[in-house]
């Protein structure tokens, strides 16, 4: 089950990401560095309101609405969300003091609510595990964006009418996906739950928007101290290493952590250690060895897929938030899962709080004295530090398995792969896209032999059980 709903949201994601990734080679020439700069500086900001307007709800969603024994917390989730959205005009004045003008701060606030109802109708139907539902939203979301920001481009290339393009993409998405996720809600605004929720859902939705925070710091730094030109070169390249590669992560967790807390509730805490240990092993199996060969092919991709104005920054910085990547996942997509379990909602907080204080200073640092490229560096020690601390702060909490063996061979495996495809690029004479094309493909295919090899994530057992699967359904069908 975990495989099957992590290939269904693996694949949605996928495809979002090739549109989005076609969005970047589109945008990046139609929009100037400053107003693409705009865009990316008003959805940062965005992304880290909707994050507070939805936060209170995420635990609520996982912990109730995943059981699926009947409980229905859409009323209360809807009665919440609309209070939160009251403050609105705070977010309005918050866009201003960080440096958005008038109109874009208005159209990032408008987004910011689009993302956030967006985001809890994904939620409700993650926690269901309904993930054909989520991806068939998910790749709406993505190709409206696509066609309403050529739109956009061809009749005023602005970073502000770009942002109103983004938040109606959102919002068709929502369209898309209401009848099966809000069919039959009824909005319940109970004073006594509502206060209820406040309590339980604080520390978490401080953390959340702290992280949020984190994750955008780095980009107004460079706004603020270098100009919203030098911001928008260096988000488009993090934006296109972390589209790529927090997918297949994203994936696989959007199927494990509800797995987890139903396995949990049902089964108790030796088979949910059990099936951790395996997410783990999933996880980093993928994770490892793709942001090790993004970071070798990144000058590459960078020539491909942005333009000419944006590619001798992205080169640069694209290795460095690569190995960050790792981290960042680890992080929230695997040790989160701690916390989640115990619920230990502080802990969100102090982790969230860890990471924020590391970027605010190294970027601050860095991004003074060496410019964008500080930004990146700045980027990889906040996430090593977040990787760290909530390593620590997991041995408190719920005692999530980390089999040092099985990850050492994944780490040797990725590691192999590595040194013989960069000694592979050092020879070859093609254009980027060739060579990217035969980088890939020669990763792939070592990093493949190496996994049955060392039998990494069970992948000859899966491989065989899978086999006896297809051989069985084929007989089935010739019988019928």
Not at 234 to 246: E, G
Not at 269 to 278: I, N, P, Q
Request: hydrophobic share 60%.
């Amino acid at each position: 089950m975990l495989i099957g709903q992590a290939s269904i949201n693996l694949t949605a994601n996928v495809l979002s990401a090739l549109l989005g990734l076609l969005s970047v080679f589109i945008f990046t020439r139609l929009f100037a560095p400053h107003d693409y700069g705009i865009y990316l500086l008003g959805v940062g900001f965005a992304s880290v309101i909707s994050v507070f307007l939805v936060g209170w709800f995420r635990n609520l969603i996982l912990s109730g609405h995943a059981r699926n024994d009947g409980t229905d917390v859409r009323g209360l989730v809807v009665s919440g969300y609309l209070i939160c959205c009251l403050t609105a005009p705070i977010a309005y004045l918050l866009a201003r003091l960080v440096g958005l003008d008038g109109a874009a701060a208005l159209a990032a606030v408008v987004l910011a609510i689009a993302i956030g109802l967006f985001e809890l109708t994904q939620d409700l139907l993650r926690a269901r595990l309904k993930a054909l539902s989520v991806m068939k939203a998910t790749l709406v979301r993505a190709a409206a964006l696509l066609g309403l920001g050529v739109v956009v481009a061809l009749v005023s290339p602005t970073g502000v009418l770009l942002l109103l393009a983004a938040a109606t993409a959102y919002l068709v998405a929502v369209l898309v996906q209401s009848r099966g996720a809000w069919r039959g809600t009824i909005v319940n605004f109970d004073r006594a739950d509502l206060r209820s929720l406040a309590r339980t859902g604080l520390p978490l939705t401080l953390s959340l928007t702290l992280l949020a925070i984190s994750s955008v710091t780095d980009r107004f730094m460079i706004a603020n101290l270098v100009g919203a030109a030098d911001a928008g070169k260096y988000v488009a390249a993090l934006d296109l290493v972390r589209q790529t590669l927090m997918m297949p992560a994203m994936s696989m967790a959007a199927a494990f952590f509800p797995m987890a807390v139903q396995i949990h509730a049902r089964q108790g805490d030796a088979a949910v250690r059990t099936h951790l240990a395996d997410c783990l092993e999933l996880l980093a199996g993928v994770t490892l060895p793709a942001c090790f060969g993004f970071a070798l092919i990144a000058p590459h991709i960078a020539n491909i897929v942005l333009g000419a104005d944006f590619r001798a920054v992205a080169s640069e910085i694209m290795p460095v938030i690569a190995i960050a990547v790792l981290f960042q996942v680890l992080t929230q997509q695997y040790l989160h899962a701690s916390f989640l379990l115990s619920g230990r909602n502080s802990f969100y907080l102090i982790n969230t709080a860890s990471i924020i204080a590391a970027n605010v200073i190294l970027s601050y640092v860095l991004v003074s004295l060496y410019g964008t490229i500080g930004a990146a560096w700045a980027r990889l020690g906040a996430d090593i530090t977040g990787f760290v601390c909530a390593l620590i702060l997991s041995r408190f909490a719920f005692r999530i398995p980390i089999s040092l063996g099985r990850l050492a061979l994944i780490m040797v495996a990725a590691l192999a792969m590595a040194l013989g495809v960069g000694a592979l690029d050092r020879v070859l004479a093609l254009a980027d896209l060739a060579a990217s094309i035969v980088l890939i493909g020669a990763e792939l295919a070592v990093y493949a032999a190496l996994c049955w090899l060392f039998d990494i994530a069970r992948l000859r057992g899966r491989l065989k059980r899978g086999l006896v699967m297809f051989h069985t359904r084929s007989a089935n069908s010739n019988v019928g």
